[in-house]
């Protein structure tokens, strides 16, 4: 996916999006994602799980080769920014002065 000096058709470059992107990466189903490429600049609308697979995938769409700018417009169905990391109850818990 890294950026080279060789140019990508728009066509192309939607369909890698689709196809390596969407689908293999992120397993989300490239028909719940309206993906257009004009002259580079990538404009993806549609609805995804979580608004960080949203975020996510705009910066991975802006890593394809070929892509010059990406107009991410996509909606979510749970903000999941502001939900904690829950704590794994089997992690051993040290203080600072308690670690090994």
Do not use: C, F
Not at 9 to 24: C, G, K
Not at 36 to 49: A, C, P
């Amino acid at each position: 996916m890294a950026n080279s000096g060789e140019n990508l058709s728009d066509d192309a470059i939607a369909a890698q999006i689709r196809d390596e992107v969407l689908l293999h990466e992120l397993a989300i189903d490239p028909e719940t994602v309206t993906t257009t490429v004009e002259e580079g600049v990538v404009r993806l609308e549609g609805q995804v799980e979580t608004k960080s697979l949203a975020a996510i995938t705009g910066r991975l769409v802006r890593a394809v080769q070929g892509v010059v700018a990406v107009e991410n417009r996509l909606r979510w169905k749970l903000d999941d920014t502001g939900l904690g990391v829950p704590e794994n109850p089997l992690a051993p818990r040290y203080s600072a002065d308690e670690r090994p």
